[in-house]
Each structure stands twice: as C-alpha cells, then as structure tokens.
C-alpha cells in the first residue's frame, strides 16, 4: 500500500471490445459499421495548415448543421467527441441531486462505470424475464434516469409512448435517452423535447453513420439545458472537437441517400442473419439495432465464442449475471453474416 492511496480516484474501468490487427479476422464485436462513412468525404482535402489554430469552441459547422437537419434551434444542439464524452458531460451536469439515479440491470456497460467514477450514486432496476424494462420501475424518487432505446445488448426498443410515460411521471429528474441505436428501426423520442424540460436524447455518428474513428456524438434537448451543458464543456474543456471531426462529419449529413441505403441494407441483412440463427438453434431477442443478441440452446455461449475466435471472427461475449449464455453480434455485411453462419453450423454439429 502507498501512503497516498487515499487520495486517488481509484476506479474501475470501462472494457471497450477488443480492436484486432489482423485485417482477416471478422470484426463483430463492437457494432462498427461495414460499410464506412458516405464517400463524398474520400476525396476532400484538408488545408492542413488551419490546424495550427484552436478549433471553433462552439463547434458551430457541425452544431448549426444538425439542428438544421433535426429541424432544431442551434441552441438545441450539443456536440461531443462520441456519444460516450456526451453522456459523461450529461452524467456530470444532470446527475448532481445525490439522490440514486436510476438505469436498468442490463444495460450499456459504461453508465455504471461513469456513476462510480463521478461518485454519482445508482441503482440498476432489474429488467423482466423477457429482457424488457419495467417503467413503473421508474415512478420512484430518483436522481436521474438513464437508458438507451433500443436497449444495449438487448437490441430491445420500447415505444416513444411508454418514453412519454417516463418522462411525465419524472418532471423533477432529467431523462437521458440514448438512442445510439434508434437509426436501424426505431421511432425517435426527440419530439417530445418540446413538450417536456426535462428529456434529453443522445445520438452517435459511430453506428447507422459509420464513423466510429472520428468520434463524433450528440445531445439535442431544450436551450436551458442544452445551456448548463456547454457551461460544463466550457469548464472542462473548451476545444473538445478536433477540426477534421467537424469539416467531415458536417460533410456527411448532405448524403441522406447514402446514409438510408446503408442503414437499410444492415437491416435486411439482420433479418436475415436472425433467421438463419434461428435455424441452427439459436432464440434470439428481437433486434431494433446493428446487432444481435442470441443464446444456443444446447451450446454454452462461452464455448461458441471462443470457437469462433479461433476461426477469426470476433464476437462480443458478456461474463455477467443472466446474460452469460448469451452472444452479441454485430451486424456486418451479408457475405460475412453468410461466413458466420457456416462455422456456427459447423461449431454446433461437431459439439454435438
Ligand atoms: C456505441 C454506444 C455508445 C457510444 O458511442 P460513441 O462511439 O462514443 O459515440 C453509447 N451508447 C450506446 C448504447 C452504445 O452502444
């Protein structure tokens, strides 16, 4: 032990999956997307010498064209370096009360690790047999309220009603809704921003828009909170998106085509998957996201996950109560879909 022990945040980390080298193996653990960003973006150049300055403080390439494309006020509007720097921002800012915030059992595997970080106290609501979350669960004296929808690593969407629902019953709480999934089959709870002051909806470029590697995040919610926000960013730190993070991902909300074919295509390509998965033994939860989460019903998930490693396909495994038979796959393109579905139906014959 060291003398200063006491005076360190000691805490205990996020796992991010793992990032591979070797360009052989399919990557199907952390729900990137196959198909990459629009390629309007592949031949701009940057004048690399404005890299000498700060970048914009405000962010305002970006901030002004996503409220536009939301149909939003730019004071509407917060960006971050992904969703994951946004929702640390939220935690900070919103998460204040000492009162227990509240987030489901399973759920992303981040908001606990924010909470203890930030020594914001929590407590995780259990979800039902069927993986669903309970709202009146949530119709209790809280500090907050936190939950992605579609679920992680469900894929579970609930509807913007039963988000209404929640929302009303919490007027003295903010409301985060992660919806870094809602672009593969969801309805988006951002309406509601107008009819309540206390709902805030958070958004990623790294999934449906395919640019994980710049890290790109959002919130959108009411001006007053949108406000205390950027008072903490500005508290923090003023320049946290970097120039090129900007110039591109401003870029690529022009390509709306793009961004619908590539999205649609993943969905096809999850129904299909799913079904196929299905056939070999497989329940798997009804998916609303770029992913599945499934369960053999004779093989222990463990097993099939380490067999699939040794044939260079990486999936991503959770060694947590209730949900350790389960495997989460990313959904790629139909050739490597096609390609885990022949090793999956080999695995499972030879463990017979
Ligand atoms: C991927 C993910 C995020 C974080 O995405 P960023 O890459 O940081 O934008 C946030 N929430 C959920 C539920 C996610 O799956």
């Not at 995780?124 to 679920?151: A, C, H, Q, S, W």
């Not at 870094?180 to 309406?191: C, M, N, R």
Request: aromatic share 12%.
């Amino acid at each position: 032990m060291y003398s200063w022990m006491d005076k360190i945040r000691a805490v205990e980390p996020y796992v991010p999956g793992e990032q591979p080298k070797d360009s052989k193996i399919i990557k199907l653990n952390t729900n990137e997307n196959p198909y990459g960003p629009s390629p309007r973006i592949k031949d701009m150049s940057l004048d690399t010498n404005m890299f000498r300055k700060y970048p914009d403080p405000r962010a305002g390439l970006l901030v002004d064209k996503l409220a536009e494309y939301h149909n939003l006020k730019p004071e509407q509007v917060f960006v971050g370096v992904g969703s994951d720097d946004v929702l640390a921002m939220c935690f900070m800012t919103f998460f204040n009360s000492g009162k227990k915030i509240l987030f489901p059992d399973i759920t992303y595997s981040f908001y606990d690790v924010w909470a203890e970080m930030l020594r914001i106290p929590y407590e995780r609501k259990p979800l039902d047999k069927d993986f669903k979350i309970v709202k009146e669960d949530y119709y209790t004296e809280n500090g907050g309220i936190v939950f992605p929808n579609p679920n992680a690593p469900t894929g579970i969407l609930v509807s913007v009603d039963f988000i209404e629902d929640i929302v009303k019953n919490n007027p003295s709480s903010i409301v985060i809704i992660d919806e870094a999934y809602i672009d593969f089959g969801g309805e988006t709870a951002l309406p509601l921003i107008d009819k309540y002051d206390n709902l805030v909806i958070v958004r990623t470029f790294s999934k449906s828009r395919s640019m994980a590697g710049l890290r790109i995040g959002y919130a959108m919610s009411n001006p007053v909170l949108i406000k205390y926000l950027n008072d903490v960013k500005y508290s923090y730190n003023s320049y946290t998106m970097n120039m090129p993070s900007l110039i591109l991902g401003s870029e690529i909300i022009d390509d709306e085509e793009y961004f619908v074919n590539t999205v649609n295509k993943i969905i096809n390509t999850r129904d299909r998957f799913t079904a196929a998965l299905e056939r070999i033994g497989f329940s798997v939860l009804p998916s609303k996201t770029n992913f599945v989460f499934a369960a053999h019903k004779d093989i222990p998930a463990k097993e099939i996950f380490d067999k699939l490693k040794d044939r260079k396909i990486y999936v991503r495994y959770f060694n947590a109560p209730r949900i350790d038979n389960y495997l989460r796959i990313t959904i790629g393109t139909d050739e490597e879909m096609d390609r885990v579905i022949s090793e999956l139906l080999q695995i499972c014959s030879a463990t017979k």
